[in-house]
């Protein structure tokens, strides 16, 4: 029977599904190998063919990795919470449960029908209460946990009270807030218990405190600065401003060194670690204080070059500044308060972006630089953000070009200084380079030298010290939405405390509507009745996003566990992911609050890795390719009803028109579809060429607004999953993007039906030989097993594709069907097409394909111990034939003269000449 794909495929996926096929061992004497793929946000569309590229390669390694012998773990589930749900909620009044599950069984049936060997019986989901419910477990963890700087890991927050008993606060060595007390262990045991929790709440490491957030008042949430841009949300279009609210924050900060060390053990693409270093920004530099001009308040600034302290002009305060009010001078007010108003209007991301635009105003205040005495203007700016480093920076305009700018728009002094590193200082003694000169009592000092010297003597004047400074801010936990993990906090006397555990899962409480409160308080607010013990308020924020993505793959390793997060056991067997498939669109987001999560539970000894992912691969994006038809207009520039072909569009003025890729094959428009496509072009005139109307081309982002997006079902119900999956391997390497172009499948589908020609005879009867293998019959196979080995560990799978395709057409000639070769050839296709290769297995006798071994490549067969030289007469050549490499000229001519073709193409002619060239050619001259 010829390939029918469809029944097929949907038989070993039943096949699969019903026996459990790639259920990973819980423990086993196979070495484990973890592969993970960043798991999706089961959205409303459904799959489109750009989504499964990483799935695909991911589950190609899985397959080989099981051929080699390893115990799998390829686990799949869904990253279920969300604004998207939230906001459909919002509009339909559907409950985002309903729409997330309907959307999960959109996912799970595209998914099982591409063939993926996901462990389906580890599935998990963020919004489950079974899962989330070791989400709010680790929020509690980190609640009650403090960082030792000594001890250089998180701690339990009771070593930090012992600490306070024994010895008071003076030798703690933690992370913390800047505003912590000093006291003595009698303080301490005469502080009241609302005093001891406030001063706690400055250590642990998630903690309530004040911080300006990205707000956006249409949502009625705070954002992300990924979730905006250019001012607006990236859902909905709406206005984001800069607001102050009291927020849960995470201390990511005090595992900044940490983060930064990791990067250097673990097989990551080096943009990727380098996205992270710059996100982290470690500086080494120093503090200083500048004393506010008739006032004993202090401000606090961090340099990196505190040796060019003597050319600081001014001072710049971010608007959001606690102190920028009380500040201004009344004359500045109105400026103040204008900039301000101006600022809210940006996101951080906008602010720190936007280096070329200079803006800013003045305070009226001045402040006193601590080192020469100088009188420098105070200024806020944009550019400085509250919450990174102290929320001031010092202006040098004549070492820093953001700096010079600004003072040059704002006509503000620029002090002349020598910067020894970069030997600028006009006034520079030629005879005493890489040396300071007129900069104050640092005279002639080599750089590292006036470095020291100034951080001791700020240090000892107590107005300043050396300083490490991270531009990575401790990350906002709290979100003001209702689909999301709640905080498994409540209120009492103002103070926040955690629940027990056994009170775990704190479920999400029934609401009439997913908006915030008429008095502005977060959807949660809306619940009625819902208290803690029936009198404390519980925390009205949920959780972000990223909670539940930062440590699911622990909970894959043991998912149906009811009394832990995952088994000492299941964790020591897995320890870490080896393999991590996704988008490097998560680099700052979900794989830094990972990595972060990952080192406090080792903290803790709940897990034995530092690092949680060895290998990531970010694979490319599809792209998409959008097809357009052309609209003729008038003289006066208005659209008619007339539609003209691409090649005959430069004899007319035309506006183009995205037109649905699915309308479309070979960029040739299907007329009839199109016409009932949408009304507006059922009686459009179409003036075609050769008969056909043939659509433009180019290549986009793949979006339902450009028309372009291509549902895998639908190819999978032409073509088959086997011929999809091997489609998105061909289209090139994993790590770039490329197009989409539905044009070139044709050629895989038609690969495999050759494919599948090889078991059978012209009848399409099955039909394979045991007869003994010929040496091209082995070396073609065994070619093949070397190349997708080597490919398949270099993660190459694009080139594989291309050497299946000769490796069929090399047997395909050589007329094979011997069992010996074919069976080990369909193993080693298996993992790339895994459906016609389970049939073709089932059919030479076999059963369960998933537990056979891949063949063991023989370098034997490679070797070259024949050629097959050209048959020239009178140098036009007539055919090949195979001789031994071994043979000496005179019995390699013996042999060709005695071959039978060559003799009836010699026709009873005796040859004159035979020139023979070793491993080249035969020329017979008669």
Known sequence: MDYQFAAIEQKWQKYWAENQSFKAEANSDKPKYYVLDMFPYPSGAGLHVGHPLGYIASDIFSRYKRLKGYNVLHPMGYDSFGLPAEQYAIQTGQHPAVTTETNINTYRRQLDQIGFSFDWSREVRTSDPAYYKWTQWIFMQLFNSWYNLETDKAEPISTLIHKFNEAGSADVKAAKDEDTRSFLPTDWAAFSEEEKQVELLKYRLTYLKEST?????????????????????????????????????????????????????????????????????????????????????????????????????????????????????????????????????????????????????????????????????????????????????????????????????????????????????????????????????????????????????????????????????????????????????????????????????????????????????????????????????????????????????????????????????????????????????????????????????????????????????????????????????????????????????????????????NIVENDVLDIEKFKTWRDEFANAELILENGKYVCGVEVEKMSKSKFNVVNPDVLIAQYGADTLRMYEMFLGPLEQSKPWNTNGIEGVFKFLRKFWRLFHNEAWEFTVSDAEPTKAELKALHKIIKKVQDDVERFSFNTSVSSFMIAVNELTDLKCNKRAILQDLVVVLAPYAPHICEELWSLLGNKDLSTAAYPTFNPNHLVEDEFAYPISINGKMKMNLNLSLALEPKDAEAAVLANEQVQGFLNGATPKKIIFVKGKIVNIVI
């Open 213 to 661: 957030v990205n707000w956006c008042p249409a949502l009625g949430t705070v954002l992300a600065n990924d979730e905006v841009k250019d001012g607006f949300s990236e859902r909905g279009g709406f206005p984001v401003e800069q607001k102050k609210m009291m927020q849960w924050s995470m201390r990511i900060t005090a595992y900044a060194d940490r983060l930064l060390q990791g990067l250097d053990t673990i097989d990551w693409p080096e943009p990727m670690k380098e996205m992270q270093r710059n996100w982290i920004g470690k500086s080494v530099g120093a503090s200083v204080k500048f004393k506010v001009e008739n006032s004993e308040k202090q401000i606090e600034v961090f340099t990196t070059r505190v040796d060019t302290i003597f050319g600081v002009s001014y001072l710049v305060l971010a608007p959001e500044h606690e102190w920028v009010a009380e500040l201004t001078t009344p004359e500045q007010k109105a400026d103040i308060e204008n900039y301000i108003l101006q600022t809210k209007k940006k996101s951080e991301l906008d602010r720190m972006a936007d280096a070329k635009t200079v803006s800013g105003a003045f305070t009226g205040t001045y402040v006193v630089n601590p080192v020469s005495g100088e009188r420098v203007q105070l200024w806020i700016a944009d550019y400085v953000l509250a919450g990174y480093g102290t929320g001031a920076v010092m202006g040098v305009p004549s070492g820093d070009q953001r700096d010079w700018l600004f003072a040059t728009h704002f006509n503000l002094p620029i002090i002349q200084i020598l910067d020894a590193q970069k030997d600028i200082d006009v006034q520079a003694d030629p005879t005493k380079e890489g040396k300071y000169i007129n900069s104050g009592f640092i005279n002639g000092m080599e750089y590292k030298e006036a470095v020291a010297f100034l951080n001791q003597w700020l240090e000892d004047q107590g107005v300043g010290k050396a300083k490490v400074n991270f531009r990575q801010r401790d990350a906002i936990f709290g979100r003001q939405r209702y689909w999301g993990e709640p905080i498994p906090v409540y209120f009492k006397d103002g103070l926040p405390y955690l629940l027990k555990e056994e009170e775990l899962p704190l479920l999400l409480p029934e609401i009439d509507k997913y908006l915030p409160t008429e008095t502005g308080e977060p959807p949660l607010g809306r619940a009625e009745g819902w208290k803690y013990e029936d009198q404390y308020e519980y925390e009205l924020s949920t959780m972000p996003g990223w909670a539940g993505s930062s440590w699911y793959w622990y909970r894959y390793m043991d998912a149906q566990n009811n009394s832990e997060f995952a088994s000492k056991e299941a964790v020591d067997y897995w320890k870490d992911v080896d393999l991590y498939i996704g988008g490097n669109e998560h680099a700052t987001g979900h794989l830094l609050y990972s990595r972060f999560w990952n080192k406090f539970l080792k903290d803790l000894g709940f897990v034995q890795e530092e690092e949680p992912f060895k290998k990531l691969i970010n694979q490319g994006m599809i792209q998409g390719r959008s097809n357009f038809v052309y609209r003729v207009v008038d003289e006066e520039g208005r659209g008619t009803n007339t539609l003209v072909s691409a090649g005959l569009r430069k004899d007319y003025k035309t506006i183009a028109l995205h037109v649905d890729v």
